[in-house]
């Protein structure tokens, strides 16, 4: 979950661009910083970290050097300090390691270390890895040495080593991503794609058990187990630079939220030949499981509604983490389309290998093209809606939920309709986005922003909008907030009501709305606030958030009059919403 940036080439500067490239990189991590850097000058390993956010951080105090890596960190072991921040040095400190990952057997192999006369001075897995390599040097070379110490290591890792003797770095991956970035005449090494933009479009996405030898001018690519060399498959990235700035938005999460009108057009215009080609692997499929994580997973939830509402068919969808419980009836013939941003989501990964021995076709919804389940994947669709950096996803769910609505039609030979739908839709979520609009939101947040709980209701495709939308509350503005099928609210949770509890309810135009407004008319007996959100005003509400019918499709412009609400819930109590608290992008432990 961390994030790593390398460099390797002829400036002088390595310290300087590494630090950079953290900054792009912090929605990986952000509970502390540093840098590393080979001096020019010769000399010992220059190491710079600090616990806390990189923020304004400055590297002018460092020497030049044109071998320099840095880390982003979300702790695993070892609390988050000064001390325990990346980079870790080896003993005679021209050694220094960055890793991305859990270290299972660390705590065996440090005690041997120890006896060797080692000397430790954090709590990490990964100053042992550090401490492992400059015992093999002693008696191999350095590239044979790290070899050997990977082959040691059990658990998913990607780890990065420099030493003051070779103008390298040194990396190896497995479960963590590593990609190589090709310069000219320089090179560099990152957990993410889009850290490398400024720098280069020409990528190497690293697989599991390859290692890779970064020069000034030479990029070797090894199999980490058997030694064997590896052609590097270069792909060209093609996001923009633009696109992974803030521009003139306070937080990428605003952006990101505003992006998304012309998104839904773009996908809509330039998606159905893709549609209709997974529509086909679908509708062959004896069996077809959908699955995500966290919002992936709600969209995965959409999914099933809009299945079977649109195309009439039945989909399983299950939560990326259950997924690999569930797999006994899974056949030779079965399809599962995994959905995810990132690609890199280890609890998608592990489930969607299992059903991949057991014979099942991989079908994936995937941002970050090249990706590990883009890659994994026997057919693929990008989602296509640019880098997404705010750490709460929203671009890349409603762009799913986009894909979902077209695939839906194109599963019965209506595509056409499905972009209509769409069109409409991208125009709702406009009309959200206006000003009037928008400072309605920002006036229901400043009333709710000391409110301890909130409930979210919905019946139908309403239901995993709820979800979704307690979620967003939940990881950024940290007010305990809960999504509910709304018919399940006389089955437990209306003993929860008190006077004055917030209560979202989404009533759209469909077969749900007169059961969602019963729900909301249970709550308000009791005392509940209520929130509607809905493209009519009705009696039960409180509160009224307008948004207009746009038939299935409606749950995009609910959910993002939800993000915002969210968002600005966020700002009222003072919190980024960029970084939320314990969390990080990409999560890539288990
Ligand atoms: C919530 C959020 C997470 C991710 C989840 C899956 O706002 O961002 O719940 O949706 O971790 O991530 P991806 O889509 O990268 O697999």
């Not at 540093?34 to 010992?44: H, L, Q, T």
């Not at 103008?167 to 320089?186: A, C, K, T, W, Y």
């Not at 560099?188 to 697989?207: G, K, M, N, W």
């Not at 419980?325 to 399809?335: E, G, T």
């Amino acid at each position: 979950m961390c994030g790593i940036f390398g460099y390797v080439g002829p400036s002088p500067h390595g310290a300087k661009i590494v630090l950079e490239g953290l900054k792009r990189l912090e929605y990986r991590g952000y509970d502390s910083w540093g840098v590393a850097v080979v001096p020019a000058s010769k000399g010992k390993i220059v190491v710079k970290k600090k616990a806390g956010r990189i923020g304004k951080a400055s590297v002018s105090d460092m020497p030049k050097g044109s071998v320099a890596f840095g880390h982003t960190r979300w702790a695993t072991h070892g609390g988050v300090t000064d001390v325990n921040a990346h980079p870790h040095l080896d003993c005679t400190g021209n050694l220094a390691v960055i890793h991305n990952g859990i270290f299972e057997n660390y705590e065996s192999i440090k005690q041997d270390l120890i006896k060797k006369g080692h000397r430790f001075i954090s709590q990490t897995d990964t100053e042992v890895i550090a401490h492992l390599i400059e015992e093999y040097a002693k008696t191999m070379m350095l590239s044979k040495a790290v070899q050997r110490a990977y082959n040691e290591m059990e658990g998913l890792n990607a780890f990065i080593v420099i030493q003051t003797k070779e103008h390298l770095l040194l990396g190896v991956r497995n479960g963590s991503p590593l990609v190589v970035g090709f310069g000219d005449p320089e090179n560099y090494l990152a957990s993410d794609a889009a850290a490398l933009i400024p720098h280069t479009r020409q990528v190497h996405f690293l697989e599991d058990d390859q290692m890779v030898i970064v020069g000034t001018d030479q990029v070797n690519i090894f199999n980490a187990r058997t030694g064997e060399r590896i052609r590097p498959l270069k792909q060209k990235l093609t996001w923009s630079a633009e696109q992974a700035e803030k521009g003139k938005f306070p937080y990428f999460m605003l952006k990101e939220i505003y992006e998304q009108p012309g998104l839904i057009s773009e996908i809509a215009g330039e998606s159905t030949i893709q549609a209709k080609k997974i529509a086909e692997v679908l509708k062959n499929a004896h069996g077809a499981y959908i699955v995500g994580c966290g919002t992936a997973g709600y969209a995965a939830l959409a999914a099933q509604y809009l299945f079977s509402a649109i195309s009439n068919r039945h989909v399983n969808s299950v939560i990326g983490s259950e997924f690999g419980y569930l797999q006994n009836f899974l056949v030779k013939r079965s399809a599962v389309l995994a959905l995810s941003q990132s690609g890199e989501t280890m609890d998608i990964l592990e489930g969607v290998k299992k059903a991949k021995d057991k014979g099942a076709k991989i079908v994936s919804l995937v941002n970050v093209v090249g990706s590990s389940l883009w890659r994994l994947s026997d057919v693929r669709l990008p989602i296509g809606v640019g880098p997404e950096k705010g750490v709460a996803s929203t671009k890349a769910f409603i762009g799913k939920l986009t894909h979902l609505i077209l695939l839906s039609y194109a599963m019965i030979g209506k595509i056409t309709k499905g972009q209509r739908i769409l069109t409409r839709a991208a125009k709702a979520a406009t009309e959200v986005l206006k000003e009037q609009r928008v400072s309605k939101i920002m006036k229901l947040a400043k009333k709710l922003k000391n409110t301890e709980h909130i409930f979210v209701i919905g019946r139908g495709l309403s239901y995993p909008a709820a979800l979704e939308t307690a979620l967003k509350i939940k990881e950024i503005s940290y007010i305990h907030a809960e999504g509910l099928a709304a018919g399940e609210l006389k089955h437990g949770p209306l003993a929860l009501v008190t006077k004055g509890i917030p209560c979202i309810v989404f009533a759209p135009n469909d077969e749900t709305q007169g059961a969602n407004l019963a729900g909301a008319m249970e709550m308000k007996a009791r005392g509940a606030y209520i929130i509607g959100i809905s493209p009519k005003k009705h009696e039960v509400f409180d509160y009224y958030l307008p948004v207009k019918d746009v038939g299935e499709a409606t749950i995009i412009p609910n959910v993002i009059v939800a993000q915002l609400l969210a968002y600005y819930l966020a700002i009222e109590r003072g919190f980024d919403p960029d970084m939320p608290r314990n969390l990080a992008k990409s999560v890539t432990v288990k």
